[in-house]
């Protein structure tokens, strides 16, 4: 059975409600985008840059508005993917874990990039996703103005909800151009976050197991 449904991030149930979720075996998922108007946003950067007396008359800088437009229109617009899950036939009750998935985002503060990793697990109940889907949950909640708590919250809920699974754990460690570039100029410091559901929450063995797979407690 194939189903295509739009599924606003805004509309992922809380993760206590995931017993009650239906889960299809495919699952078109698509961004909820309010209509990019890239002429409007052109001009608007054009505009912006003149204010801060940056000169775009020059050969080169003619056409910056216009890649700016492009360029954040581009990180605000994850790929739509298909979420196929599978029944967990074979019962396999270990963890499932996908390290090092890169993540690329923009900081909604000052919509500066960060940048970093996300090892993203679960303890499968009674279905399980293709490996390659963790990676774009992750893209798919990174693509959007964010602070790195919420993707890192929302990674992990939108499995719940969508797997009823054991548990689920999100790390996150990521670089802020906000904060190495500007400001305080930390270079090199890396902001860590983590979520962790279920049974990675509750259970002292299951968790420190989750977080030496990561690396991050090692
Ligand atoms: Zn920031």
Not at 3 to 18: E, G, I, K
Not at 77 to 84: A, G, Q, V
Not at 146 to 173: F, N, Y
Not at 180 to 189: C, D, E, P
Request: charged content about 20%.
């Amino acid at each position: 059975m194939t189903q295509h449904q739009h599924f606003p991030a805004s509309l992922v149930p809380p993760a206590d409600a995931a017993e009650e979720i239906r889960l299809p075996a495919a699952l078109r998922v698509m961004h909820e985008v309010d209509g990019i108007d890239l002429g409007a946003a052109e001009e608007a950067a054009g505009q912006f840059l003149r204010a801060l007396g940056v000169r775009i008359d020059t050969e080169s800088m003619r056409g910056t508005p216009g890649r700016m437009a492009r360029a954040y229109a581009e990180l605000f617009s994850p790929r739509p993917f298909d979420l196929t899950t599978f029944p967990n036939d074979e019962g396999y009750d270990e963890l499932v874990l996908a390290r090092a998935i890169p993540v690329r985002s923009v900081c909604e503060h000052h919509l500066l990039p960060f940048v970093g990793t996300a090892h993203v697990g679960y303890l499968p109940g009674t279905r399980i996703l293709g490996l390659s889907k963790l990676a774009r949950v992750v893209e798919y909640f990174a693509c959007r103005p964010q602070v790195q708590e919420r993707l890192t919250k929302q990674v992990a809920d939108w499995l719940q909800a969508q797997l009823d699974p054991k548990g689920v754990g999100v790390v996150i460690e990521a670089e802020h151009t906000c904060m190495t570039l500007r400001g305080v100029q930390a270079t090199g410091s890396t902001t860590m976050t983590s979520t962790l559901l279920g049974v990675l929450r509750h259970d002292a063995r299951s968790r420190a197991e989750f977080l030496a797979l990561t690396g991050v407690a090692s």
